[in-house]
T-cell receptor, first 113, second 112 residues
Framework: IAGITQAPTSQILAAGRRMTLRCTQD?????MYWYRQDLGLGLRLIHY???????GKGEVPDGYSVSRANTDDFPLTLASAVPSQTSVYFC????????????FGSGTRLTVV | GENVEQHPSTLSVQEGDSAVIKCTYS??????FPWYKQELGKGPQLIID?????GEKKDQRIAVTLNKTAKHFSLHITETQPEDSAVYFC???????????FGAGTTVTVRA
């Protein structure tokens, strides 16, 4: 079934540790995104990539990095996790300018202790 | 950049009644306005969208209205059912960007 796969589905992480959240899509979408979802704050964009080889900063990029080596994969790395990064993380992709065709993954619930 | 505000943050309705969620946006260049439904433990899914050349769009029990002059758009759910209980997000984008800007979400609870 075409879509977005995120891994892991959940993780408890000690503060200061490094963590990479994985995201893979099989729809050949050009653009990919990482959002974090916190109660009362909605979906906030962390980083995005409009096409393979390019990335950009979103609304809340500090403490996170991304890479886009190919069309399908868009990993999100927390270099040194802090408790404020406890959140649910969603990866998404789209293939059209103008915002249409967004598809979301099922999310990764991350708890930093 | 675009700023999307969404109200109310929570909404409780009796089964069979209507639910209305309202959003405003700041960027007059925005021309695409989708609505997403997020069920517990899942990612958001598109339920309906509207473009700026249309004032209203319906799909069975859901409808969206757009007022470009006032820069606001609304989601209407009629004859609500328990399965309509979820978090709903509005969003906006312009033709030159891939990205969507999201509202903060509305938690809808349909009481049986």
């Amino acid at each position: 079934i075409a879509g977005i796969t995120q891994a892991p589905t959940s993780q408890i992480l000690a503060a200061g540790r490094r963590m990479t959240l994985r995201c893979t899509q099989d729809m050949r979408h050009n653009a990919m995104y990482w959002y974090r979802q916190d109660l009362g704050l909605g979906l906030r964009l962390i980083h995005y990539s409009n096409t393979a080889g390019t990335t950009g900063k979103g609304e809340v990029p500090d403490g996170y990095s991304v890479s886009r080596a190919n069309t399908d994969d868009f990993p999100l790395t927390l270099a040194s996790a802090v408790p404020s990064q406890t959140s649910v993380y969603f990866c998404a992709s789209s293939d059209s300018l103008g915002g249409a065709g967004y598809t979301f993954g099922s999310g990764t619930r991350l708890t930093v202790v | 950049g675009e700023n999307v505000e969404q109200h109310p943050s929570t909404l409780s309705v009796q089964e069979g009644d209507s639910a209305v969620i309202k959003c405003t946006y700041s960027d007059s260049a925005s021309n695409y306005f989708p609505w997403y439904k997020q069920e517990l433990g899942k990612g958001p899914q598109l339920i309906i969208d509207i473009r700026s050349n249309v004032g209203e769009k319906k799909d069975q029990r859901i409808a969206v209205t757009l007022n470009k002059t006032a820069k606001h758009f609304s989601l209407h759910i009629t004859e609500t059912q328990p399965e309509d209980s979820a978090v709903y997000f509005c969003a906006a984008s312009d033709a030159n960007d891939y990205k969507l800007s999201f509202g903060a979400g509305t938690t809808v609870t349909v009481r049986a």
